[in-house]
């Protein structure tokens, strides 16, 4: 029995890491990993990255093949799936978020990993809305790439 | 409750108008009196299918009926159409059929305005804050006739409905635990706190205990944060978490911890929720002594399953049977979704406890067989059929699909047994 189960968290183990280039470049981590019958992300993706045998499979994501547009992070319906972006020491996270107020460009914000616990600080690089979710990219530490999914406003 | 001297109002669901008299109604109601402001009209009115419920299932069920040329009588209790969907502010998942990505307020609202596009004027009538409360032996004997209350703006009017068919998508009742305290102020099932924050714009309390995570508690549970509510933990009877994971992530990165082999023991509290005690259990389920932890809360969320609604198609007389997989008593029924009884159908969480998306097409089914059956645009409606059950057997054939399939495969078994 996978431990995120009992826990509701993934550990690093449970996902398909990108490799350093490809951090670099920018690429989309679904962190979606049960069967569930769902395949928006794939019918979002401008240059078809993602893939799915079917629509209980687990989303695939061609990390050369993706551009980082950000598109499938205010579609997928889990609000699972994140952009990351290795810049020099600084890591762009961007993700879905669904609360009020929503972060200003510039601010300063708290960022959190998978089990909420605050991980410092992220400063605001954007913020779009997609519907009613808002796509937010924050910077961290780079460090804390595979870490930071959330953030305190 | 009674209202204006009408008995038995559901008055969580009843408008508050200035000068309604409310009245605590703690027996059996007696039949009201004639007068003006409630004067009860015998109205007859004969169509092809009567349906009974407009949430997912019933909408979708209407809309099919329609385009294949039946005419409708699409009745609710509430003030609005939607069922549940209209407090579903989370996107669905799926995929484009069922409109995957679109927040279940979006879905409710698309389904309503079809339901009032201009090409179903003739076919679709659509009759809200009435309840359907019995089925009525006719002379006929392709008929049915059924007694429906209107209550709008508060005057009782009773009418008999006759039709020549009915589907029932009357959805599910919550299920309630058993603990000293859960009749105290605060403690809720998880759609009523649906209902007053997202429909009602209430906040239900400042900080939630929510017992179960399968994929209501999850999904409410979020949707409290979103309102700005504490919740305070989710606690969880079975070893792992039921709902999705993707749920269960969305709770845990904004701190809020996941209990498994947790459940509540009590609620205490003079006049309202004060706190409650959660005690850990063991292999079998058995709350461990000296486990129990005190959590402060001024409401309990209950998202501890659901039940199908089946009572009046128990007094209609189709054969029912047992299915714990489906959440409990349901009408047996065929893959049209037609139970024992003729022209008798069923769809939605009343036909078995699944999802939405899945009750949306149970009502497609549902609406086109019916009409098929009752002689319209028959080879249309066929094929419309074969296509909703292949997006059914494929929305189900994964992992989470497991229970609904148990459960549809043992309800075709006992469907086949039938004497």
Redesign the interface.
């Known amino acids: 029995m996978s431990d995120f189960e009992n826990t509701g968290i993934l550990s690093i183990s449970d996902l398909v890491l990108p490799t350093n280039e490809q951090l670099e470049k920018g690429v989309a981590i679904t962190e979606c990993i049960q069967r569930i019958p769902c395949n928006p992300c794939v019918d979002s993706c401008p240059v078809h990255a993602i893939s799915m045998k079917d629509i209980n499979a687990l989303p695939v994501v061609d990390y050369d093949a993706c551009i980082a547009c950000g598109r499938c992070v205010g579609v997928c319906p889990g609000l699972a799936i994140f952009v990351v972006k290795v810049q020099g020491d600084q890591a762009l996270i961007t993700l879905p978020y669904e609360f009020l107020p929503r972060p200003q460009k510039g601010e300063s914000v708290s960022v959190l990993d998978r089990a909420g616990k605050t991980m410092g600080k992220g400063k605001i690089i954007r913020v779009k809305q997609q519907g009613r979710t808002s796509i937010i990219t924050v910077s961290v530490e780079k460090k804390y790439a595979m870490d930071v999914r959330n953030i305190r406003v | 409750m009674e209202v204006n001297g009408i008995p038995n109002v559901r008055t969580c669901i009843a408008p508050l108008l200035e000068g309604v008299a409310v009245r605590m109604q703690d027996r059996l109601a007696s039949w009201p009196q004639n007068n003006t402001d409630n004067a009860f009209v015998s109205t007859v009115q004969d169509i092809d299918i009567l349906i009974v419920g407009a949430g997912p299932a019933g909408m979708e069920a209407a809309l099919q009926a329609a385009t294949f040329g039946a005419s409708v009588l699409l009745v609710d209790e509430n003030q609005r159409v939607g069922g549940q969907l209209i407090k579903q502010t989370?996107?669905?998942?799926?995929?484009?059929e069922e409109k995957?990505?679109t927040?279940g307020i979006s879905i409710a609202k698309d389904l309503e305005d079809q339901l009032c596009d201009d090409r179903f004027k003739d076919k679709i009538d659509v009759l809200l804050d009435a309840t359907v409360f019995g089925f009525y032996e006719d002379d006929t004997e392709d008929r049915y006739t059924f007694g429906v209350i209107s209550r709008k703006e508060y005057k009782s009017r009773l009418i008999k409905v006759v039709c020549r068919s009915v589907i029932f998508t009357v959805g599910a009742m919550e299920n309630m635990l058993l603990f000293p305290g859960n009749d105290l102020p605060g403690v809720y099932g998880a759609g009523a706190v649906q209902t007053l924050m997202n429909v009602y714009g209430v906040k239900p309390g400042e900080r939630v205990l929510m017992v179960g995570?399968g994929n209501v508690g999850l999904i409410v549970g979020y949707q409290l944060?979103?309102a700005g509510i504490k919740v305070d933990r989710v606690v969880e009877a079975a070893?792992?978490?039921g709902g999705?994971?993707?749920?269960?992530?969305?709770?845990?990165?904004?701190?809020?911890p996941?209990y498994?082999r947790h459940s509540i023991k009590e609620v205490f509290g003079a006049d309202c929720v004060k706190g409650a005690v959660v005690v850990e259990l063991d292999d079998h389920w058995n709350p461990i002594q000296g486990s129990e932890e005190i959590v402060t809360c001024d409401t309990v969320c209950l998202a501890v399953g659901l039940t199908p609604s089946t009572r009046l198609l128990e007094q209609i007389g189709v054969d029912m049977a047992l299915v714990p997989e489906a959440g409990g008593y349901i009408a047996l029924h065929d893959e049209r979704m037609q139970t024992s009884v003729p022209r008798v159908y069923v769809a939605g969480d009343s036909s078995g406890i699944e999802e939405a998306?899945t009750a949306m097409i149970e009502g497609k089914i549902a609406g086109a067989m019916a009409a098929k059956q009752l002689g319209y645009q028959q080879e249309k409606a066929q094929t419309a059929y074969e296509g909703f059950l292949k997006e059914l057997k494929?929305?189900?054939?994964?992992?989470?699909?497991a229970k609904p399939r148990d459960a549809k495969q043992r309800i075709q078994r006992l469907w086949r047994k039938r004497p």
Request: proline share 5%.
């Open positions: 989370h996107k669905f998942f799926g995929s484009k995957a990505g927040r995570a944060l979103q070893p792992t978490i999705y994971h993707v749920h269960a992530a969305k709770l845990r990165r904004c701190s809020v996941i498994t998306s494929r929305l189900r054939a994964g992992p989470f699909g």
